[in-house]
């Protein structure tokens, strides 16, 4: 009861501040699902008394904490409260073990003795690891070309980037081409004399990437087009020799 009645004080406090939105500068930080967070500010004026870690995700505001000089105060409530820690000594506020909930924008407010503020913002991104990719290919064949549909999946494909690649061999290698194409699927046309048939698809995003690998040419046949051999006599007409229950 203590700590939800001090909780509700600090909240009243808070809301009897005024509001500061936030400033066009933000710090962006990215990291791994898993790891060990830290945001703190590069500097700030030794003048300082209360400051306060606020979280906004969307339309939503958390109050984490409020810090003065004496002690520590923190949201029991916050949904990773037993994760969060805050270093007096260099005002940061640190999250272990983030989980991609914990995205959003991280507010520092600093209280300085003469009654002013500074705000200092972080945007962080939490990310999963890229996944290993994998290809599906699907194909139509005519005339001696043959047509693919390739599709690079991966799993939890958020904010990840698209590129490919066309090649002679199974790796990667510097003399191969680069496709204008950044999309999941890739539009491909072959004929039997192409030797470059290895596609490579890599995907990745600000903290790690994945490729896969397909050769196309073990999955075409090449069919060639169909010949009808006709004999026809001079004077005769083609329609005639197409359907011959019409002459």
């Given at each position: 009861m203590k700590e939800l009645a001090e909780l509700k004080s600090l909240l009243t406090l808070l809301s009897?501040?005024?509001?500061?939105?936030p400033g066009c500068q933000e710090v962006k930080v990215v990291a791994a699902v898993g790891e060990t967070v830290q945001l703190h500010p590069?500097?700030?004026?030794?003048?300082?008394v209360t400051v306060n870690w606020i979280l906004i995700v969307g339309s939503q505001t958390y109050w984490i904490l409020r810090h003065d000089q004496n002690r520590t105060s923190a949201n029991p409530l916050l949904p990773f409260a037993d994760r969060v820690s805050f270093h007096p000594g260099n005002l940061s506020l640190q999250i272990n073990s983030v989980t991609e909930k914990e995205s959003g924008l991280y507010t520092m407010d600093l209280m300085l003795g003469d009654g002013s503020g500074i705000t200092n913002n972080f945007r962080l991104f939490v990310l999963d690891r890229v996944q290993?990719?994998?290809?599906?290919?699907?194909?139509?064949?005519e005339c001696g070309w043959c047509y693919l549909?390739?599709?690079?999946?991966?799993?939890?494909?958020?904010?990840?980037?698209y590129s490919w690649s066309q090649g002679a061999s199974?790796?990667?290698?510097?003399?191969?081409?680069?496709?204008?194409?950044?999309q999941a699927d890739l539009q491909v046309e072959i004929t039997?004399?192409?030797?470059?048939?290895?596609?490579?698809?890599?995907?990745?995003?600000?903290?790690s990437w994945g490729m896969a690998t397909i050769d196309v040419k073990m999955l075409c046949n090449y069919t060639n087009c169909q010949e009808v051999k006709v004999v026809a006599a001079v004077g005769?007409?083609?329609?005639?020799?197409?359907?011959?229950?019409?002459r």
């Open positions: 009897s501040l005024p509001f500061k939105p590069k500097t700030w004026p030794p003048s300082w290993q990719p994998n290809i599906k290919a699907s194909t139509s064949q549909t390739l599709s690079c999946l991966v799993p939890k494909a958020d904010r990840v980037t199974s790796s990667p290698a510097p003399e191969d081409h680069w496709l204008q194409q950044h039997k004399s192409d030797n470059t048939t290895f596609y490579h698809c890599n995907v990745s995003n600000a903290i005769e007409t083609f329609t005639d020799l197409l359907d011959p229950q019409t």
